[in-house]
């Protein structure tokens, strides 16, 4: 029967796997053969049996949690208490190097791709290490508790300096609080940014898209697309491709024999903007050289003439483009 899940296999996770077998040997209420409290009665005691019994018992729950190799040198060992004892002074090995690399662990960790929670975990199971290594005063003076205050405010600070920059306003709202918050109130602060960070993230991108496609389908209902070529700015009844181009557009080439007929071009290319001024009645008015020539229009004087005697004699109405 195994009644800790942590097996222990050398140095590093000696104090882990002690603590967690002194968990659950106290649930056990056997405690006692390992500290040497109950120590072995004389023989042909009535007690005696009950005894070899219960420490048979914590022998196998210690033998089922360390690895093979240390399995070996337990297996022949009658007592719990003498088991436990040489394995505190095999693997306690409680020296300067651990905490330095505690601490170094602690200096580097950042929160990076994960979670707050697990990120948190993570600093959790160093600073529960740390204690474990060097125990704090648990007395109920002033001292101490002065002194257990000054190492929660530097975990408090350790768990927000890791945190990522995009929780920086956060951040700063718990350090403005009066007093300091603990480390466990904080993480439900930061958690509960980190929930609503998440429901926005998904519900966001979708009512974006459908703003953007609203706003575009108004665009397009503003805008007049022609059926026969394709070109915005126009519809299919006064497309010049169906209808012909007018005199004086570069692609107006009246053909020889059939007066002005349209002549259809299928290197069509779109049309520039004409401008052509009208006075109240209606009547198209001839430009002067100066305006044509700032307007950026293409019709000469004898070409706006030539436009007037061809409106006199039919009774087509251009549009203008």
Same mark, same amino acid.
């Given at each position: 029967?195994?009644?800790?899940?942590?097996?222990?296999?050398?140095?590093?996770?000696?104090?882990?796997?002690?603590?967690?077998?002194?968990?659950?040997?106290?649930?056990?209420?056997? /405690?006692?053969?390992?500290?040497? $409290?109950?120590? +072995?009665?004389? /023989?042909?005691?009535?007690?005696?049996?009950?005894?070899?019994?219960?420490?048979? !018992?914590?022998?196998?729950?210690?033998?089922?949690?360390?690895? %093979?190799?240390?399995?070996?040198?337990?297996?022949?060992?009658?007592?719990?208490?003498?088991?436990?004892?040489?394995?505190?002074?095999?693997?306690?090995?409680?020296?300067?190097?651990? &905490?330095?690399? &505690? #601490?170094?662990?602690?200096? %580097?960790?950042?929160?990076?791709?994960? $979670? &707050?929670?697990?990120?948190?975990?993570?600093?959790?199971?160093?600073?529960?290490?740390?204690?474990?290594? =060097?125990?704090?005063?648990?007395?109920?003076?002033?001292?101490?508790?002065?002194?257990?205050?000054?190492?929660?405010? #530097?975990?408090?600070?350790?768990? !927000?300096?890791?945190?990522?920059?995009?929780?920086?306003?956060?951040?700063?709202?718990?350090?403005?609080?009066?007093?300091?918050?603990? =480390?466990?109130?904080?993480?439900?602060? !930061?958690?509960?940014?980190?929930?609503?960070?998440?429901?926005?993230?998904?519900?966001?991108?979708?009512?974006?898209?459908?703003?953007?496609?609203?706003?575009?389908?108004?665009?397009?209902?503003?805008? *007049?697309?022609?059926?026969?070529?394709?070109?915005?700015? #126009?519809?299919?009844?006064?497309?010049?491709?169906? &209808?012909?181009?007018?005199?004086? #557009?570069?692609?107006?080439?009246?053909?020889?024999?059939?007066?002005?007929?349209?002549?259809?071009?299928?290197?069509?290319?779109?049309?520039?903007?004409?401008?052509?001024?009208?006075? =109240?009645?209606?009547?198209?008015?001839?430009?002067?050289?100066?305006?044509?020539? +700032?307007?950026?229009?293409?019709?000469?004087?004898?070409?706006?003439?030539?436009?007037?005697?061809? *409106?006199?004699? /039919?009774?087509?109405?251009?549009?203008?483009?």
């Amino acid at each position: 029967m195994t009644i800790v899940s942590e097996q222990l296999t050398w140095v590093e996770n000696y104090g882990i796997w002690s603590r967690a077998m002194l968990i659950a040997l106290r649930a056990k209420n056997k /405690t006692a053969f390992i500290d040497g $409290t109950c120590a +072995r009665p004389p /023989t042909g005691i009535p007690t005696s049996n009950q005894w070899e019994r219960c420490n048979a !018992l914590v022998l196998s729950w210690i033998m089922n949690s360390v690895s %093979k190799n240390i399995f070996g040198g337990i297996v022949y060992s009658s007592d719990a208490s003498v088991v436990w004892s040489d394995l505190k002074d095999q693997f306690d090995k409680v020296n300067g190097s651990r &905490i330095f690399s &505690i #601490h170094r662990e602690l200096g %580097k960790l950042t929160q990076g791709n994960d $979670t &707050i929670s697990v990120y948190f975990c993570r600093l959790k199971q160093l600073w529960d290490e740390y204690s474990s290594l =060097v125990v704090l005063p648990s007395c109920e003076c002033t001292a101490a508790r002065k002194y257990v205050e000054h190492d929660q405010q #530097h975990c408090l600070l350790q768990f !927000l300096m890791g945190l990522n920059d995009s929780y920086m306003h956060v951040r700063s709202q718990i350090l403005m609080m009066m007093p300091l918050p603990s =480390v466990s109130q904080a993480f439900s602060l !930061l958690s509960q940014e980190e929930s609503h960070r998440t429901l926005s993230s998904v519900d966001q991108p979708a009512s974006v898209f459908y703003t953007r496609q609203g706003r575009t389908d108004e665009r397009r209902k503003d805008v *007049l697309i022609c059926d026969h070529c394709g070109w915005n700015g #126009h519809v299919k009844a006064h497309c010049f491709k169906l &209808i012909g181009y007018p005199p004086g #557009h570069k692609l107006y080439k009246p053909q020889q024999g059939k007066g002005n007929s349209p002549r259809f071009n299928r290197e069509f290319d779109k049309p520039k903007i004409r401008t052509v001024a009208h006075n =109240v009645t209606g009547d198209i008015v001839e430009p002067s050289p100066k305006t044509a020539a +700032r307007s950026g229009s293409s019709f000469t004087p004898a070409q706006y003439a030539e436009i007037l005697q061809l *409106l006199e004699g /039919t009774s087509i109405n251009f549009i203008t483009y």
